[in-house]
């Protein structure tokens, strides 16, 4: 069963452009909903993080936008850059731990 | 610098033999994971431990083991019994408080190929 659907698996923005990856959860007990961002051979970072008191959290450049009702979370990444170009992967859990993954957006930006 | 530390970054593995994947952390975080990679089906988890001496199964578990004697290490044996092991293996830890903050570091992971 796989609680947390992430769209699209690729995605190709132009350099300046908004990149969007969707998720969405099934678990209503889900508290907390990351995105980790993954480059070749190398484990996943923490990029940004949000819980569902708020609808949405920015950090720089990254936005997550927040939807309790539509069990809903998406990123944003605006003034897509070069150095952007990596697999993203949002999460939830309940607390914190035992992360729950989606399958992974595989983002390109061209110049 | 704290952090991860996984070992090998690549390991080759024989029909029928078991394999270890090393990883330590020296972060003093509580709570270890294992996920494997897998292309197009993201991380799953394969175990986890939150205390030292315990660990419980993920999604995942059949035809591996783990150890949690120490705080700083979690091991993965991969054994003979997992019939698909060729993956990227990720380990992970994160400090087990409530309202935390932070989320998991992960290790650089290890990529595990069967011969």
């Known amino acids: 069963q796989q609680q947390v659907k992430q769209s699209p698996q690729s995605l190709i923005v132009q350099k300046g452009g908004i990149s969007i990856i969707n998720c969405a959860y099934e678990n209503t007990a889900f508290d907390y909903f990351p995105w980790y961002q993954q480059f070749p051979g190398k484990g996943p970072a923490l990029l940004i993080a949000?819980?569902?008191?708020?609808s949405e959290k920015k950090e720089g450049r990254f936005t997550i936008s927040f939807n309790k009702s539509a069990k809903q979370f998406s990123l944003h990444i605006m003034d897509s850059q070069p150095g952007d170009s990596a697999t993203y992967f949002c999460?939830?859990?309940?607390?914190?731990?035992?992360?729950?993954f989606g399958t992974g957006t595989r983002l390109t930006i061209i110049p | 610098d704290g952090g991860i530390t996984q070992s090998p970054k690549y390991l080759f593995r024989k029909e029928g033999q078991n394999v270890t994947l090393s990883c330590e952390q020296n972060l003093n975080h509580d709570a270890m994971y294992w996920y494997r990679q897998d292309p197009g089906q993201g991380l799953r988890l394969i175990y986890y431990?939150?205390?030292?001496?315990?660990?419980q199964k993920g999604d995942i578990a059949e035809g591996y083991s783990v150890s949690r004697e120490k705080k700083e290490s979690f091991p993965l044996t991969v054994t003979s019994a997992q019939k698909n092991p060729t993956a990227f293996y990720l380990c992970a830890s994160i400090i087990r408080a409530k309202n935390h903050g932070g989320g998991y570091t992960f290790g650089s992971g290890t990529r595990l190929t069967v011969v």
């Open positions: 431990s939150q205390i030292v001496n315990d660990f």
């Open positions: 999460a939830a859990s309940f607390g914190n731990e035992k992360l729950t």
């Open positions: 949000i819980r569902p008191d708020v």
